[in-house]
Nanobody, 116 residues
Framework: QAQVVESGGGLVQPGGSLRLSCAVSGFSVMESPMRWYRQATGWEREMVAVITPAGKANYADSLKGRFTISRDNDKNTVYLQMNDLIPEDTAIYYC??????????WGQGTQVTVSS
């Protein structure tokens, strides 16, 4: 059964860093683009970053330079390195494929809170 499990969130001060992990089972992280999304309270879920099967990364324009998506094929895991965090980055972060997202299949997400 296909499953994604996000982890690595927490409370961090502005300017700090976190690395989120997305452990995938039931399918390969190399078979389709893997995306990180986030949803802040009161806002719609938005895409943060995507990595293609070929390893090409793209980011939401507002996040370029601060966030880096990567993938470990052997561990079947996708990562999101987040640097220079700001309070506006506070949200629940999810990873997913577009297909799973459009069919409503989501993991539990991981909470990121940026606050002093």
């Amino acid at each position: 059964q296909a499953q994604v499990v996000e982890s690595g969130g927490g409370l961090v001060q502005p300017g700090g860093s976190l690395r989120l992990s997305c452990a995938v089972s039931g399918f390969s992280v190399m078979e389709s683009p893997m995306r990180w999304y986030r949803q802040a309270t009161g806002w719609e879920r938005e895409m943060v970053a995507v990595i293609t099967p070929a390893g090409k990364a793209n980011y939401a324009d507002s996040l370029k330079g601060r966030f880096t998506i990567s993938r470990d094929n052997d561990k079947n895991t996708v990562y999101l390195q987040m640097n220079d965090l700001i309070p506006e980055d506070t949200a629940i972060y999810y990873c997913n494929t577009l297909t799973r997202a459009t069919t409503g299949n989501w993991g539990q997400g991981t909470q990121v809170t940026v606050s002093s």
